[in-house]
């Protein structure tokens, strides 16, 4: 609600101002990841057109000063508008797709609802009900040490036909494109970077590297697969651990466990019940941890009620 807010004060064409090309997009050859730029505002085009006025500029620029007076006073703000609740995001409401937000310090609504009567789920859920179901009922139990080794055991089968697949579809051409590909984000990360922090580069320099080890090495597949049973485990812990760190009050830390959670769970929908619970839908985490393994996609549908 309060960035719907922020966005109409901050709307120029209330007062008929039109600006566009404010942004560009580029994509990163060595990461893949797409990323918005700001422009200058030089290559800004704008507009006027009269007819879009809905308020007089001098209307406009109190709600300007209003506005620039709050601003310091925003806690959130003060995060950079990140969450420090580590599900926000995370849970959708089934009925209208909208996000299920903090309506008080302690409880989840359908904002669709919250906000006005966009949707007729009425059902909320307190805070620490659901990340207690979520979390402890659901993540632990996935990522429990036993859990980690029995899911490496039944994908053996799954490494073994990964590899055989590679080594037959592998070129020397694809592995001149990875070696080039490594070396640009090798100098990227010594050198520094404006647009990706160093954990980014990092990761993906990791992944690079790993592809090319798969293809260069073609390790036997029970050798392989003797090191995603180890490797398996030792996700799950980085995970678990992770998502521990998450439940404190540190934005960036909250938002690392965040992606992980999204990572293993996907969207977590909740449908309301005729009897007034909620029925909570996720992904299989299960394989999501053993997609990581063995670079394959493939999820499937789970849940439980809360």
Do not use: F, H
């Given at each position: 609600?309060?960035?719907?807010?922020?966005?109409?004060?901050?709307?120029?064409?209330?007062?008929?101002?039109?600006?566009?090309?404010?942004?560009q997009w580029t994509k990163d050859p060595d990461t893949?990841?797409?990323?918005?730029h700001p422009r200058s505002k030089s290559e800004w085009e704008r507009h006027h057109d009269e007819k879009l006025?809905?308020?007089?500029?001098?209307?406009f620029a109190a709600s300007e000063r209003r506005f620039e007076e709050g601003t310091n006073s925003s806690s959130g703000l003060r995060r950079g508008g990140r969450s420090k609740y580590l599900l926000s995001g995370l849970l959708?409401?089934?009925e209208c797709g909208a996000n299920y937000i903090l309506t008080g310090a302690t409880s989840h609504q359908c904002s669709g609802k919250a906000g006005g009567d966009a949707c007729n789920n009425r059902v909320g859920v307190r805070r620490d009900v659901i990340e207690d179901k979520i979390l402890g009922s659901v993540v632990a139990r996935l990522l429990e040490p036993e859990r980690a080794k029995e899911?490496?055991?039944?994908?053996?089968?799954?490494?073994?036909e990964h590899y055989e697949n590679l080594a037959e579809k592998s070129t020397p051409a694809e592995v001149e494109k990875i070696d080039?590909?490594?070396e640009r984000l090798r100098d990227r990360l010594t050198a520094g970077d404006d647009d990706f922090e160093p954990d980014e580069i990092a990761a993906a320099l990791e992944v690079a590297e790993s592809k090319r080890q798969d293809i260069l090495d073609a390790q036997p597949a029970a050798r392989q697969s003797a090191k995603i049973l180890v490797a398996l485990p030792k996700l799950a812990d980085v995970y678990r651990r992770q998502i521990k760190k998450g439940l404190s009050d540190n934005p960036r830390e909250v938002?690392?466990?965040?992606?992980?959670?999204?990572?293993?769970?996907?969207?977590?929908?909740?449908c309301p019940e005729s009897d007034g619970g909620l029925v909570a839908r996720y992904e299989n985490g299960s394989e999501a941890l053993m997609s990581r393994a063995v670079g394959a996609a493939g999820f499937s549908g789970s849940g439980g009620r809360i």
């Open positions: 609600m309060a960035s719907g807010i922020r966005s109409i004060l901050k709307n120029e064409r209330y007062k008929g101002e039109l600006t566009w090309n404010k942004t893949g990841v797409r990323k918005c006025r809905i308020v007089p500029d001098e209307l959708k409401c089934n899911m490496a055991r039944e994908i053996e089968r799954q490494v073994r080039a590909r490594i938002a690392k466990a965040r992606v992980i959670l999204r990572d293993l769970l996907g969207p977590i929908r909740l």
